[in-house]
């Protein structure tokens, strides 16, 4: 007996071991399915690719022009006291304003956390939509399950009022209703069931799985028992919200572009070395030092004379660093403004799911007991316990519809703070 237990408690760690090695295999809970898309998405890699190739730019951006290098060929040698100058050839190396270099590389520094904050929004992004489509497949499949019990509750009903119409109990015109409340849940069901190939599709695409991979038994996190207050989560979006930290990026862009385009009026320099190769003279007497060749060390400065292009390469990076700063306020005005909503919407899903979970479905589900024991009894009809099937029936689907908006709420919300709604202050879970 031991050694079966043994046998069988082996082949369950190898099925397990098997299900984890899988790729087509993946499990429903919200946790793994962004575990998932962080290391598969798409959108995640291009983004964080992006990313990478702006921090690799930092070391082109500071680094010193590449040198130039010019040889000149003279078909035509010319005649010089030592010879003819055959060729010459020059190389230079250009050294921009002490300080120009390292605005640049400020300039870069800057884009570089607009890129990392343009990724983190990407991966919060796809976090996001991909929280809300298994919250949508999550109440698919809920409400296919209300849909077969109810069906099932149909058929009994039917079954009811097949045999009492045969009795004269029933009306022709009740019957009729029983066997559309069939055919209707019946449409019902097979619209689901095809929802939920749409939706897993979509949630497969979202994660970079192929689109008719299985998606394991979804689980959701529960609702939290108390809501932060909004101001906390307004604070929280000023400081983590992605899109704030971009604006703030730009600011900084702008900053390190205003100090760059001060040092770009002022001069560079460029300093060079100058060769050219003397032939031996065709002269009866030529000079001791015939056919010697000929170097120099080269020295230049560029001039910004031109008074308009200076001003104008100042004003346009004032101009931009205004922009940017108001750009910033704006979006932190928004960003206000969309919390203080969307919290409306949390809330208000919220309420729903008690409403429905602690009152209607209870009230829902005591009233269709009523009405079927009113007609066993005789005291009631066949067209109560219809209505109280449909209410009870239509209860169901909206607590699983309140319920997944809450989640797809609840997922905007934390897009807009940058943070989770327990970080943010979040009571316990219930």
């Known amino acids: ?27 429903g809970d919200l946790n793994s399915v962004i575990e998932y898309a962080q290391e598969h998405s798409p959108a995640i890699i291009a983004a964080k690719g992006e990313w990478l190739a702006t921090l690799e730019s930092y070391r082109v951006t500071t680094a010193y022009p590449d040198p130039e290098m010019m040889v000149t060929w003279f078909p035509e040698p010319i005649e010089t006291r030592l010879g003819p100058q055959e060729w ?36 919060r992004g796809v976090t996001t939509n991909v929280t809300k489509s298994l919250h949508e497949l999550w109440y698919i499949r809920g409400a296919e399950e209300v849909v077969r019990e109810q069906l099932k509750l149909v058929k009994h009903i039917l079954l009811i009022a097949t045999t009492t119409y045969g009795e004269g109990d029933s009306t022709l015109l ?26 897993t599709a979509t949630l497969n695409s979202l994660i970079g799985r192929d689109a008719n991979l299985p998606i394991g038994e979804t689980v959701i996190p529960p609702i939290p028992e108390n809501l932060p207050p909004v101001e906390k989560l307004v604070d929280a979006a000023k400081e983590h919200r992605d899109e704030i930290a971009m604006a703030r990026g730009a600011v900084a862009v702008a900053d390190a572009s205003f100090k760059k385009a001060n040092l770009e009026n002022r001069p560079d320099f460029k300093v060079g070395l100058f060769y050219a190769g003397i032939g031996e003279p065709d002269v009866p007497s030529p000079p001791p030092d015939a056919g010697r060749d000929a170097y ?37 005005n928004s960003t206000a403004a969309a919390v203080y909503s969307k919290y409306f919407n949390l809330l208000n899903s919220k309420r729903l799911v008690n409403l429905y979970s602690e009152e209607l479905i209870p009230q829902g589900r005591a009233a269709l ?30 607590m699983l519809r309140a319920r997944a908006d809450f989640g797809k709420n609840r997922a905007d919300m934390e897009r807009l703070t940058g943070v989770s709604i327990a970080a943010a202050g979040g009571g316990e879970n219930e």
Do not use: C
């Open 369 to 398: 007991e009523n009405a079927e024991n009113w007609l066993n009894n005789g005291e009631g009809s066949l067209g109560d316990l219809l209505e109280a099937r449909a209410a009870y029936h239509n209860f169901q689907l909206s």
């Open 296 to 332: 120099g060390i080269q020295f230049g400065i560029k001039i910004p004379i031109w008074g308009s292009k200076r001003d104008g390469r100042v004003a346009s990076a004032t101009a931009k660093r205004d922009a940017a700063s108001a750009q910033l306020d704006n979006v932190k």
């Open 174 to 199: 009740e019957l009729t209703k029983v066997k559309s409340q069939e055919a209707q849940l019946g449409y019902d069901l097979t619209l689901l069931e095809e929802l939920e190939i749409a939706e």
């Open 1 to 27: 007996m031991k050694r079966t237990a043994l046998t069988l408690t082996l082949a369950l760690i190898a099925l397990n071991a098997a299900i984890a090695s899988d790729d087509t295999y993946l499990e």
């Open 88 to 123: 010459n050839a020059t190389i230079s190396q250009q050294i921009p304003y002490p300080g120009e270099l390292e605005s640049a590389g400020e300039i870069v520094e800057a884009k570089s956390d607009v890129a990392k904050a343009g990724f983190e929004k990407v991966a």
